[in-house]
């Protein structure tokens, strides 16, 4: 199974805006509170990487195919996004950003972005091989080897029915 455009596509643009609200209502605080700047920015940033990290543990667990690709991609899109997003929403919102501000948005934020949304979301991808998505079954590859469906013997003589332990 390919991977869609729509999958790469929809995380890097949730994200993107995401994280340029994030920027925006982070640079609106500073502005507001310095000194209370510093506890403000590390919960925003702990948000910020709990959400790709629950996103990517769900895509495992959901078995999303090529997840690695499709993260990749949508880290680059969440962070070119982000950029642009955030030197838009702070020139609205905060101050007078400008187009003066974009080039260093567009290569070291946008850098920054894409890490914030990459690293976590492979983070997710270790944590999402515990969880387990009600509904979905084991595939052939999962089944201990007595109960696969290529074994030659008939279920009778294997010991018991696939539906579960015998009580």
């Known amino acids: ?18 994280h ?3 920027e925006t209502v982070r ?3 500073g502005v507001q509170h310095p000194t209370a700047r510093t506890t403000f920015e590390a919960i925003i940033l702990g ?3 709990g959400i790709a990290a629950v ?4 895509d495992t667990a959901r078995d999303v195919p090529e997840r690695g690709k499709v993260w990749l991609i949508a880290a680059l899109v969440a962070g070119w996004g982000a950029a642009v997003l955030g030197i838009i929403g702070k020139s609205i919102f905060v101050d007078q950003t400008g187009v003066a ?6 290569t070291g934020g946008a850098a920054f972005t894409a890490l914030l949304v990459l690293v976590p979301a492979c983070l997710g991808f270790l944590a999402g091989r ?3 998505v009600p509904g979905r079954a084991q595939s052939d590859a999962e089944l201990p080897d007595s109960e696969s469906p290529d074994s030659d013997e008939p279920e009778s003589q294997r010991g018991g029915s696939r539906s579960g332990p015998v009580s």
Request: positive net charge; without cysteine.
């Open 1 to 18: 199974m390919r991977t869609t455009p729509r999958t790469w596509l929809l995380r890097g643009a949730v994200l993107a805006v995401v």
């Open 20 to 22: 340029a609200a994030a």
């Open 27 to 29: 640079a609106d605080f």
């Open 47 to 49: 948000v910020l990487v």
């Open 55 to 58: 996103w990517g543990a769900i």
């Open 101 to 106: 501000d974009l080039g260093g948005a567009l």
């Open 130 to 132: 515990w969880i387990r």
